[in-house]
């Protein structure tokens, strides 16, 4: 039989064809609008039914004997019971915002993420916390506050595609297909990216930036395009604001005068510049690469500038304003407490920024536990999440973790967090339960997320382990639901989209035809109605209005006098397309792909040291260390190296954020700079 989902082994939420057999799942195909030989595979994918069906997966609830003792299979009953119990302990105790909830990226970011909001809304915390200061939600929000929303490139019919810290390549294939085909097509390509990858090999202009620089480039590229009034005036002037105020601060960033602080040739800098600005359509696909950032916010809103002042904005072949499904926002915010701050309070703009998006300052979470301010947090829950490795200093979150009273862990495997918890509840896979991801709501075609098999042992969705959940905790009237399709229709009800109406169309619906330009009937999304290159809304809040308008950087890694010789900038490494993060490491057929990660090491600083190729090195800073093999390699520039990310999941010594620092923070995302920082290396 072929079943029609989408697969969510990654964020990048390819609609799949599942193959199964007397219920069980033996392959899985991608969709794609290229023909079948054209089409990119996926190692991820090719082994899903080994990933789905691993000896590894928890099947059955887990509650830790004793302190410092292993665990005991337990039935639901008494593991939700035990968990419930913990809850109104501690609301008693300490107040129900003592309890946090914590969400990784795997259960996905969509609408699933509404269930856990309510419930914790509802019981009275306000803590629900992402991990979107790290990921794209920071860039998110730097996209709204400029144009009203965060646009969606267009590649396949574009005639310029700039590539920001992005590799498509690795981790979303869909993407990465258009533009291939663009490419073929003629259109050119401009790639920002300290690594020397795949798209950059083919780029016509590839600059290796300076790790963590991406502001002052996109204000260097910005001050060529308008010092030669290569932008579009009658857009800028029609539906732009504060155009006088970016112009006064692009002044500061001639490519002349910061090139060099970036690693990067002056004319490189304006080539790329005027090839971007004088090929129509052009877009800008965004990424990774620009999160992880002390600057995140504002460098972010410096590369949306580039497709504001350039007019290709919500235009075809450009970037595009989403025309998201309407959703019900189910969330009960307006049943929180009125004189209870979340933790993350300290970042509000990030807070508020969205309708459902909640909250994202995740580093604010260890702050509270491990400093008991604003108050203590006791209890935490982690769902699809593995932050004992993935956020930043590993050391330090060790620390909070050991610290709390009860750890709960949602979760398939028993990962390094899991390890330290007191209960953990068997998750489902992806391709075990039906939801609406996120792609799907951003944009059409809306394509539903089906339950093509059986949940395997007692293993059991996200959706029904928060909705039994929270009718323990005595919200039933919260949870009336009989099955998640009753809950996504009440979602979906103001688009007159339901479950069943989307299982008819397993390619996915076109809710609406793509319209562009909808600015000019609707404006954007802002306070002012347009794109705001200046904004109140940020200056009020005590943040710069326009990004770098006093023309310095200090602040990025790298840039003080501390990178020397001796000291490199450490890049946090490649998202290979065999892995997620620190999911299926251990997966045989993945693992006998790439057994090890690496440190990329440039030949010339290898030389130096006299570093050899497979030489076991080992990466330090005052935080930590990093003991890994090393590869001598000219993807990196000298003075950098590239740290394989994800391992620290199989040796605690090869975890990249045992470097990171979290003493720093974007001050408007709170985002650490997990993707680059100074560190050593001895041998
Ligand atoms: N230094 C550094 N730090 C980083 C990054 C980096 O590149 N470098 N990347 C950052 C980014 S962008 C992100 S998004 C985060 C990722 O951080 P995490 O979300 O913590 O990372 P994962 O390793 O993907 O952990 C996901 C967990 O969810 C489980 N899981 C999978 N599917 C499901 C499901 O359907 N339900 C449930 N309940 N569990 C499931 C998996 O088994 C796994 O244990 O890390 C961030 N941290
Ligand atoms: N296979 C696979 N796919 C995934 C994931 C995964 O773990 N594995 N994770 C998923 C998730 S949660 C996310 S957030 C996405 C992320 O997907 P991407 O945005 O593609 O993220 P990365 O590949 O980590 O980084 C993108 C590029 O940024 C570059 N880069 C590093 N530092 C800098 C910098 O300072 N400036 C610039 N301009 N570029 C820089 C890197 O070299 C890399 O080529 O992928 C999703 N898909
Ligand atoms: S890239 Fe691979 S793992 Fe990620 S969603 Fe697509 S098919 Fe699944
Ligand atoms: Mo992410």
Known sequence: MQCHTVCRLCSACCPVTVTVEAGKMVRAARKSFLPEEKRLSCPKLAAAPEIVYSPARILRPLIRSGPGNGFHEASWD???????????????????QSIAWLRGMAADWGAPWDYACRLMNAFGSPNTIGNGSVCHVAREMAHAFTYGAMTLPQPRNSRCILIWGKNDRNTAPGVCEQILHARSHGARLIVVDPIRTSFAQMADIWLQIKPGHDGPLAMAMLNEIINNNLYDAAFVDQYGIGFDELRAAVAHFSPDLVAADLWLDPEDIRRAARLYATTRPACIIDGNGLDMQLSTFQATRAVCMLRAVTGNIDREGGDLIPQPIPLKNIQLK????????????AYPLFDAFHPTWGRHAQSCLIDAILGERPYPI???????????????????????????????????FRNRTAEMADVILPAASCFEKTQLNRASMRSSPVVLQNQVIDCLGESRPDWQIVFELGRRLGLEADFPWASVEAAIDEQLSPSGLTVAFLRENPDGLWTEPTKFEKYRSKGFATPSG???????????????????????????????????????????????????????LRIPSLARQEPEG???????????????????????????????????????????????????EIDPDANVNNLTDDNRRDPITATPSNRSFLCRIET
């Open 334 to 345: 307006e049943r929180l407490p009125k004189d209870v701050q979340p933790v993350t309070a």
């Open 530 to 584: 347009r794109v705001e290159f200046h904004s109140d809304r940020l200056a009020r809040a005590g943040h710069a209005p326009v990004p770098f308008a006093e023309g310095t950087f200090e602040d990025l890694p790298g840039s003080a006098d501390a990178c020397n010789a001796d000291v490199v900038i450490g890049i946090s490494g490649e998202r290979t397309n065999r892995f997620t993060h620190t999911q299926f």
């Open 378 to 412: 006791r209890m935490l829950v982690v769902q699809s999440g593995n932050p004992a490795v993935t956020m930043t200093d590993a050391k330090r979150v060790r620390r909070a973790l050991q610290k709390l009273d009860f750890l709960v862990v949602i979760d398939l």
């Open 78 to 96: 008494e593991a939700l019971g035990r968990v419930a119990e913990r809850f109104n302990f501690f609301r008693r105790t300490d107040g129900a």
């Open 598 to 648: 690496f440190v990329d090491i440039h030949p010339r600083d290898a030389a130096a040291r006299g570093i050899s190729d497979g030489q076991e090195i080992t990466i330090s800073n005052e935080r930590g260390q990093v003991r890994m093999k090393a590869r001598i390699s000219d993807v990196v520039h000298p003075g950098s190296i590239r740290i394989a990310w994800g391992w620290g």
